[in-house]
């Protein structure tokens, strides 16, 4: 299967560790999305990526919260000093622009709990 | 900012009923408009699209047709089945993907 794949698919960590997801889109896709996503509630847009270049960075996306995309193909997500409000599931998905349109695929998620 | 708003769930309907979800979706643009579905323990994954006024997007006998005078993306499916309980999501897009917004997702169980 050539989806979108993160890693961990679960993470528990105590308040102030910090933690780190990653994302793995599908091969041929430019475009890489963070999003946050809580219970009962529509994912989030956190950041995204055009190749390496980090294009856009919502004001959700605190200074505790970093993404890189070093080589334009995996990304990674850190949160340093993890407070119990950021639980919640973080989703990747990755996309290929078209004219007219952006479908972006989803991976599974990473959910975090904070103790 | 553009903004995505779903109907109320959960969604509670027998094998065979009729199932509408409205969505609404306020935009400066002309945006695409999506629907997403997540099903138990899975991740997202995209139900239909429609990229311009009146286009139809239409898939496993779900469709929903892009209003633009009423702005809306209603979801609509003439006989749902027990495997179509599922959280669905609308979602809006403008500029080719850079500004994707979801809605809060609406609840949806089928009982047989």
């Known amino acids: 299967d050539t989806g979108v794949s993160q890693d961990p698919r679960h993470k528990i960590t105590k308040r102030g560790q910090n933690v780190t997801f990653r994302c793995d889109p599908i091969s041929e896709h430019n475009r890489l999305y963070w999003y946050r996503q809580t219970l009962g509630q529509g994912p989030e847009f956190l950041t995204y990526?055009?190749?390496?270049?980090?294009?856009?960075k919502s004001r959700l996306l605190s200074d505790r919260f970093s993404a890189e995309r070093p080589k334009g193909s995996f990304s990674t997500l850190e949160i340093q000093r993890t407070e119990q409000g950021d639980s919640a599931m973080y989703l990747c998905a990755s996309s290929f622009p078209t004219s007219g349109s952006d479908e972006q695929y989803f991976g599974p998620g990473t959910r975090l709990t904070v103790t | 900012g553009n903004s995505v708003t779903q109907m109320e769930g959960p969604v509670t309907l027998s094998e065979e009923a009729f199932l509408t979800i409205n969505c609404t979706y306020t935009a400066t643009g002309y945006p695409s408009l999506f629907w997403y579905v997540q099903y138990p323990g899975e991740g997202l994954q995209l139900l239909l699209k429609?990229?311009?006024?009146?286009d139809k997007g239409s898939n496993k006998g779900f469709e929903a047709t892009y209003r633009k005078e009423t702005t809306s993306f209603h979801l609509e499916k003439g006989s749902v089945q027990v495997s179509d309980s599922a959280v669905y999501f609308c979602?809006?897009?403008?500029?080719?993907?850079?500004?994707?917004?979801f809605g809060p997702g609406t609840r949806l169980s089928v009982l047989p």
């Open positions: 429609a990229t311009k006024a009146d």
């Open positions: 990526f055009q190749n390496e270049a980090q294009l856009e």
């Open positions: 979602a809006l897009s403008e500029n080719y993907g850079q500004n994707f917004v």
